[in-house]
């Protein structure tokens, strides 16, 4: 009886010490330990290795070293007596590669930066010109004829903003009270317009004569146009000047 007692005891205590589990190590803890040494050798690099490997555990710490001088190249070494040793990849980016990286960011950052500015732009208040009433075609827009209004718009640059832009120019078409004025709705701006009382000014030798006039012709300052005079009601032509002076050279 004690023998077979004996031979079962026996039985289960191999049973036990076989089915006892052992000690191992993963994949993913071997790349964290070379990350880690990576990091003390001050080195910018990311282990290529699989995480999902077991391997035994090694009762001696892991020695990691590089293999080569440019850290491409990882041994670990497991020096007990189930010692192995495993060489791992190091992805390591070149400077180009982050040169890239940078400028891409920069070109983002930038990208970002715009539209944040346009977006302030896009909300910020502008004073444009509109109509106080309705004025019908060839009037002559007066300074109690326009006031100023707030506008939330990027497109304010279309309007005019200033009245001295406005008096004294011809509408080419009717518009109603509150219409915001647009260079499309005015006449092209001239120095002198056809219709202008003008003064027409004759040198005659070393003798000025000026002499009421009436400009039968639209023109800028330097323009040849034709001009009446309303003394004798002949048409002459001249050159504009400022001030709604018409000059004539005999």
Same mark, same amino acid.
Do not use: D, Q
């Given at each position: 009886m004690f023998k077979i007692f004996s031979k079962y005891l026996l039985t /289960?205590?191999? /049973?036990?010490l076989l089915s006892k589990p052992t000690m191992a190590i993963t994949g993913k803890d071997i790349s964290e330990k070379v990350s880690e040494w990576l990091v003390s050798e001050g080195v910018n690099g990311k282990p290529v290795f699989s995480k999902t490997s077991v391997y035994k555990d090694c009762k001696n710490n892991l020695e990691i070293k590089k293999l080569y001088k440019n850290y491409k190249t990882i041994k670990v070494n497991c020096s007990d007596e189930n010692g192995y040793q495993l060489l791992i990849r +190091? %992805?390591?980016?070149? %400077?180009?590669?982050?040169?890239?990286?940078? !400028?891409?960011? %920069?070109?983002?950052?930038?990208? +970002?930066?715009?539209?944040?500015?346009?977006? =302030?732009?896009?909300?910020?208040?502008?004073? =444009?010109?509109?109509?106080?009433?309705?004025?019908? %075609?060839?009037? +002559?827009?007066? !300074?109690d004829d326009i006031e100023l209004v707030e506008l939330s718009n990027s497109s304010q640059k279309s309007f005019f903003s200033h009245k001295k832009e406005l008096v004294g120019r011809k509408l080419k078409k009717n518009l109603k009270t509150g219409q915001l004025l647009h260079p499309r709705h005015l006449y092209k701006k001239f120095e002198v317009n056809n219709g202008d009382v003008i003064s027409i000014v004759s040198n005659i030798g070393n003798t000025s004569v000026t002499v009421s006039g009436q400009a039968q012709s639209s023109g800028n300052l330097g323009d040849l146009i034709k001009v009446k005079n309303l003394r004798s009601g002949k048409t002459i032509k001249g050159y504009v000047k400022k001030d709604k002076i018409i000059r004539v050279f005999r």
């Open positions: /289960v205590l191999a /049973v036990t +190091i %992805k390591i980016p070149n %400077k180009k590669s982050e040169n890239k990286n940078l !400028l891409n960011t %920069k070109i983002k950052l930038n990208k +970002i930066f715009k539209k944040k500015k346009e977006k =302030v732009k896009t909300n910020r208040i502008f004073k =444009v010109l509109r109509l106080k009433r309705s004025l019908e %075609k060839n009037a +002559i827009i007066e !300074l």
